[in-house]
């Protein structure tokens, strides 16, 4: 039996399978490529052959153009070279996925992004026991806990009632958040039209083909001032300030981000209505899925490294950090 975690070998770019020749998430073009989900900072355009679920692959076919696709279920399994593969929810995303790597008797479990808490708009998280975790750790600090985020929808929904004369401009990602931003406030029963940004309108309408119900929708675009009065907006962060946002009557700035529990990150974003909402695990969620998959290793992809590996020592739990370039957080 090869020494554990030998034939995974860490690079800036990303991580090589090498018994399957093989990619997870690179940040430039391979010949094959093992797709955890569909952000722009783990799923690249360009690679021969994308192994991915078939949720991920729709929404790389809308960003990058079809793919040499390699569709894998949750639930199934494929061979890739003397890899046995397969891909079970992450919770982070529609279609995102961990990698399940079996060989050689060890098994290898890569994140990708996940959260642990529920979401409308995609499969939760799935435990799975492992002898390598390869995680990331974006909120990987003790101050990092989320709130619940029903919560949070109710303060949105509180201040869009408070002011009737404005509107209330909430700056969301485009692919995920702002697709679980509609869902869960229609869970909370609010069901008028959401207005929204033109990015967001090819993933919104993709996020419906795929059987995730979002209510009516209408586009900015093309309406008047007047139709926004009392309404909800929803736009990538970096249109909150925009040029865009002057044609909408005296906007209440929301943003919902993990990164709004920073007060500071609020200010520097003109935000007025920060929002903890996150499709990122905290700090208690991080610790305790290590405990739950109950690895001989944890791998850390990116985030908060140095934290999360000390915590892991003060466990019993081997941990490396493997200093991953490319994925991005900003916005998350």
């Not at 943003?255 to 920060?274: C, D, F, H, T, Y």
Request: proline share 8%; net charge negative.
């Amino acid at each position: 039996m090869p020494r554990l975690g030998s034939w995974i070998e860490p690079f800036p770019e990303g991580i090589f399978v090498k018994p399957a020749n093989a990619w997870v998430d690179p940040s430039q073009p391979k010949e094959r490529a093992l797709i955890t989900h569909g952000h722009a900072d783990h799923a690249r355009g360009g690679h021969g052959a994308v192994w991915a679920t078939p949720e991920t692959l729709a929404i790389m076919d809308v960003r990058y153009g079809q793919q040499s696709a390699q569709p894998v279920a949750y639930g199934e399994s494929v061979r890739i070279g003397e890899v046995e593969v397969s891909f079970v929810p992450a919770g982070h995303v529609l279609g995102s996925a961990q990698i399940v790597l079996d060989y050689a008797g060890q098994r290898v479990v890569v994140s990708g992004d996940y959260k642990r808490r529920p979401d409308p708009t995609c499969a939760p998280f799935v435990v799975t026991p492992c002898d390598i975790f390869i995680t990331e750790a974006t909120f990987g600090l003790p101050v990092f806990h989320h709130p619940d985020t029903g919560s949070e929808i109710d303060r949105l929904l509180h201040r869009l009632h408070a002011e009737p004369g404005r509107c209330v401009l909430v700056g969301a990602y485009a692919l995920g958040k702002a697709q679980r931003v509609i869902a869960e406030l229609r869970a909370r029963g609010h069901e008028d039209p959401i207005y929204y940004h033109g990015a967001m309108e090819r993933l919104c309408n993709l996020y419906e083909e795929l059987g995730v119900p979002l209510g009516e929708l209408r586009p900015v675009a093309g309406a008047k001032k007047e139709e926004f009065v009392g309404r909800i907006i929803l736009c990538p962060p970096s249109a909150l300030n925009d040029r865009w946002s002057r044609r909408l009557p005296d906007p209440v700035t929301a943003m919902a981000s993990g990164w709004m529990r920073i007060r500071q990150r609020a200010r520097q974003k003109n935000v007025e209505l920060p929002l903890i909402i996150s499709d990122h695990a905290d700090w208690d969620e991080l610790t305790q899925t290590i405990r739950d998959a109950s690895p001989s290793e944890v791998w850390i992809t990116h985030g908060r490294e140095d934290a999360l590996k000390h915590w892991c020592m003060l466990h019993q739990v081997k941990a490396r950090e493997l200093h991953l370039v490319g994925y991005e957080d900003e916005d998350e």
